[in-house]
């Protein structure tokens, strides 16, 4: 049963726009939540967390929103960049347990 | 710069053929872990060391074995790999006693099994 999940697997947008990927998790007792990239041939790196005790966390052009009532974080890009053309995943930590549980991540594409 | 170095990159080996994996680190982290992913599915975590103690996850099937014979070093070893065994296998690290710890990721193993 997957606890976290990215149920688009990819996504278009032009370069300048807005690329929004979004994310639903369905354990309450996951307090972190954290977003990796992974380009081709390489391993996923960190890009962007949030502690459960915020709403929002911004890092550049990178924006993350937690809604936790709806159980749903999304990842704002702004704007985007044929350089973030990636697969992005979602992860998440339940703090008594350092564990990540990820989600299958999500194949964005930006056109130039 | 300090990474997560994984050996080999690409690995083919035959069915029921034993084959090991490696996976070092120079972020003297004491904490690595060790993922399969399949084709477009989520990381899935096998088990990971505590330092010296090793942590198993209650599904990863007993033919997944693993060796971490100093801080700097991790070994997945399969004794018998089956085709259902072909994936990428990831190896991260972190640093336990920071809050809410990242972990740092190796670029993969990619098995073959024939």
């Known amino acids: 049963d997957q606890q976290v999940k990215q149920n688009s697997p990819s996504l278009s947008v032009q370069e300048g726009r807005i690329s929004i990927l979004n994310c639903d998790y369905t354990n309450s007792m996951f307090d972190y939540f954290l977003w990796y990239k992974k380009y081709p041939a390489e391993g996923p790196t960190f890009l962007i967390s949030i502690s459960s005790i915020k709403d929002k966390n911004e890092d550049g052009r990178f924006t993350v929103f937690l809604n936790k009532s709806a159980k749903h974080l999304s990842l704002h890009i702004v704007p985007s960049q044929p350089g973030d053309s990636a697969v992005y995943f979602c992860?998440?930590?339940?703090?008594?347990?350092?564990?990540?549980?990820f989600g299958k991540g999500i194949t964005l594409s930006v056109r130039p | 710069d300090a990474m997560v170095i994984q050996n080999p990159r690409y690995q083919v080996t035959q069915f029921g053929k034993p084959v090991t994996l490696s996976c070092s680190q120079t972020?003297?982290?004491?904490?690595m872990y060790w993922y399969q992913q399949k084709s477009s599915q989520a990381p899935k975590l096998l088990f990971h060391y505590y330092d010296k103690d090793f942590n198993n996850e209650a599904d990863t099937p007993d033919n997944f074995q693993s060796r971490r014979p100093n801080t700097s070093f991790c070994f997945l070893d399969i004794r018998s790999p089956g085709l259902g065994d072909a994936a990428m296998y990831l190896c991260a690290t972190s640093r336990e006693g920071d809050s809410y710890n990242e972990q740092f990721f190796g670029p993969g193993t990619r098995l073959t099994v024939l």
């Open positions: 972020l003297n982290h004491n904490v």
């Open positions: 992860a998440a930590m339940d703090g008594a347990n350092s564990k990540l549980t």
